[in-house]
């Protein structure tokens, strides 16, 4: 039985930060006084493969055995499974949300949005330089 961290690599050892707490002001102690948490690489998240087995296998767990158990054969927090487990119900259509195609169609529509909208601002803004510069050459002649 894989592992989520065995399945995505070794990607060093995991920060258990807590919310809330500073992370500017912690270090990791195998990596010297000079580094900071921002020095350690995130984990890459699991396979898309890794988690559609791993929810299947909560969701038609036995009789006895609980999710939180299930959690911890595989190497993934409980709630990371509970919410494995909640977006494959979407994704099969059991309940009511955003399927995971959906999502990433919406994260790209906004991504462009966002990009039509700082090309808009910048065109606002030579426009109203180049007002500028029109008002301050026709006054001068």
Request: with cysteine; proline share 6%; charged share 30%.
């Amino acid at each position: 039985m894989a592992t989520c961290q065995e399945s995505r690599g070794s990607h060093g050892p995991r920060l258990g930060l807590s919310r809330g707490s500073d992370r500017r002001h912690r270090r990791h102690p195998g990596l010297g006084p000079w580094a900071s948490w921002k020095d350690v690489a995130a984990p890459k998240p699991c396979p898309r493969e890794f988690r559609d087995e791993v929810a299947r296998v909560a969701r038609d767990h036995e009789p006895g055995v609980t999710v939180e158990q299930i959690a911890k054969n595989f190497g993934v927090h409980p709630m990371t499974l509970f919410k494995w487990v909640r977006q494959a119900d979407v994704d099969a259509g059991a309940t009511p949300g955003t399927a995971s195609t959906e999502s990433a169609g919406l994260r790209e529509a906004r991504k462009r949005i966002r990009l039509l909208e700082q090309e808009n601002e910048v065109l606002r803004q030579a426009r109203t330089c180049r007002r500028r510069t029109c008002r301050k050459s026709s006054t001068r002649s």
